[in-house]
């Protein structure tokens, strides 16, 4: 069900989802996920926006583009924002909340049993099995954030940029920050196209 | 070292870092080499132990603010973790109102797809790491081709790669452990 709005950001967006929905969602998908952020975005992408429609594709582009540009943790400025676009500044709160506390609760055990579990054999070798997991993760991941840019006319642009940035990355040496400040900059310069 | 203290170290990296282990310098200047509240050693360690568990990298700060002055060293770290997050929403608010703008959209799109060419280059220090013999090769390889062909939940593949490797493990076939 369509939203009657005057926020061009939430035209044409189903409702708006409780706070008690949005600290759920957060909790069960801004926890779990190993290999890092950008893989748990993908996870939450889904959820939030493929499932429940409590954001559109361009709120995602939105809060995932000045996530990356934001200082810390980028997944937790993602969860932020999109708490701040669905539920105002209840919302970011609580999905910043639920997005962390859970995790660094599990950081805080596992740093007080370090001691005991490094030189447990079973699992470490769990952990090698889920982190060799979390490669294919981080692989796919990759497709899941760039797919949505992907349409008619554009395929060349987004493997060039996207290609870009991975060779500046490695073969240049650039930081990430400093690479996407250079493809913020691009952006400003190139056609745009019509969505 | 007080809990107010330990909180703006720990902020003074977290909010200077564009990526997770970004704050690492910074957070070790000030309470390994100055104040002493923390060993190389167990910095070290929380970095291992947040590359071990799930959610984002910059945990690392929770982890190091636990060895330096228990829970509420803890405590400290996560607030130094998520304050930064908060600056998102004066920059989420001024470009999502001007989104329907072809150029604000074609400056975040950018953004997001540069980022997924970072990520690409990220998975190589993480696969160097993590995929280390024919066994972890093979669940990296498969855990690709089921997330590519199939619905499956994220979750239960990187639980499915665990119990194999433990089960590699149990017949000797993980090398990394020997």
Known sequence: MAVETDDPVREGLVARPSLFRLADIFVRYGNITLGGGSATVAVLRREILDRRKWIGEDEFTVCFATARLTPGTNLLAFCTGVG??????????????AGSIPCAAMVVLATALFSIWQHVGWAQAAIHGAV???????????????????RPGTRLRVAVIAGAAFLLNVLIGLSPVEVLLLAAGVGIFIPTVRA | MSFLELYLLLLKGTATAFAGLASLPVIQDALVTHRHVLTAEQLNEAVVITRSTPGPVGLWVVSAGYFAAGVSGAIAGWLAMITPALLVIPTVHFAGRRMKHPRVRAILETVVIASA???????????????????????GVAGLVLL???KIEVAWIILGAAIVAMGADTVGLLYYLT
């Open chain 1, 132 to 150: 060799a997991a979390a490669v294919a993760v981080t692989v796919k991941t990759c497709w899941t954030i760039a797919h949505p840019y992907v």
């Open chain 1, 84 to 97: 701040w676009i669905t539920r105002g500044l209840p919302g970011a709160v609580v999905a910043l909340l």
């Open chain 2, 148 to 150: 590519l062909t199939t």
């Open chain 2, 117 to 139: 060419g970072l990520l690409l280059a990220a998975a190589i220090p993480l696969g160097r790491e993590a995929l280390t013999d024919p066994v972890t090769i093979a669940i």
